[in-house]
């Protein structure tokens, strides 16, 4: 049986077909935001008075279904920068979790701190695609990609200006760290069985090299754990569905963050 990840891979090679055929590179490079200087994550999750968190705005998912149906994009986004969050998660794929690009726009437009394009990449033409809509990082999977194909893509990303952020959930993952993955994610979130395992990600940690800033990604929910991960090494915290469950996402960034800040 295939597994939601093989399914999801499958359904964006039809996408992204589809797309390419209705705007072409070229196109896209025309588009104002292509010529916008990236904002770089990597320094953000240093800077004075942020706290780390990349903070993602996510409707729904496979493993959760609908999280929250109501939460408007801009109000959102603005409300999690305004409290401190060193940078955004915007899910650009419509079909698996209800996201889309005109999303990441909104996103855009109304915020001054980086912006994670997180979707499934599978070619160059997205990375143009996340320039094009003012991305100012993109997520490889390495659960998706082949070693040359994380090489070559991350080699792309960072000529157009962007950060890479390399997704690894696994030891025998680590070994597809090319010099161009800006930032290693490890997801908590086993993405074929949807496990969550925070432990599990400190051992994988304990063998990726010092200088990659290191994201923990998935599950987190508590204001202690992330002091936990902080300790351990982690410099960054990619958290979507513990404030998008809530009806007010912006209030439960905003009780998170002073929660933590008290820590
Ligand atoms: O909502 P959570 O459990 O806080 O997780 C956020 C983020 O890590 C998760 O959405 C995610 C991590 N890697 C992904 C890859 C594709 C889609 C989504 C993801």
């Known amino acids: 049986m295939k597994?939601?990840?093989?399914?999801?891979?499958?359904?964006k090679h039809g996408e992204v077909a589809e797309r390419e055929k209705g705007r072409s590179v070229q196109e896209l490079e025309r588009l104002p935001m292509f010529g916008r200087e990236a904002l770089s994550l990597k320094s953000?999750?240093?800077q004075p008075g942020r706290n780390g968190i990349i903070a993602e705005f996510k409707r729904k998912s496979p493993s959760k279904g609908v999280i929250n149906a109501d939460a408007?994009?801009?109000?959102?986004?603005?409300?999690?920068?305004?409290?401190?969050?060193s940078g955004l998660s915007v899910l650009t794929d419509t079909e698996f979790f209800g996201g889309s690009m005109d999303?990441?726009?909104?996103a855009r437009a109304a915020n001054n701190i980086p912006i994670l394009r997180k979707d499934f990449v599978i070619g160059e033409y997205q990375i143009v695609e996340a320039k094009a809509i003012g991305a100012d990082v993109v997520l490889l999977i390495a659960e998706c990609l082949t070693k040359a194909e994380v090489k070559h893509l991350a080699e792309f990303a960072h000529n157009l200006g962007l950060e890479v952020l390399l997704e690894v959930h696994t030891a025998d993952q680590l070994e597809k760290i090319t010099p161009h993955t800006h930032l290693v994610?490890?997801?908590?979130?086993?993405?074929?069985t949807f496990q969550v395992d925070i432990y599990r990600s400190m051992e994988l940690l304990k063998q990726i090299p010092d200088s990659y800033p290191k994201v923990a990604e998935s599950g987190m929910d508590d204001p202690k754990t992330i002091v936990e991960l902080r300790n351990a090494g982690f410099s960054g915290f990619l958290i979507g569905e513990h404030f998008m469950k809530a009806e007010h996402p912006a209030q439960a960034f905003e009780n998170f963050t002073r929660q933590l800040a008290a820590l």
């Open 3 to 11: 597994n939601i990840l093989d399914k999801i891979v499958a359904h």
């Open 44 to 46: 953000f999750l240093t």
């Open 72 to 85: 408007t994009v801009v109000e959102v986004t603005t409300a999690y920068a305004r409290n401190g969050a």
């Open 103 to 106: 999303d990441l726009q909104q």
């Open 185 to 192: 994610g490890i997801n908590n979130r086993d993405l074929k």
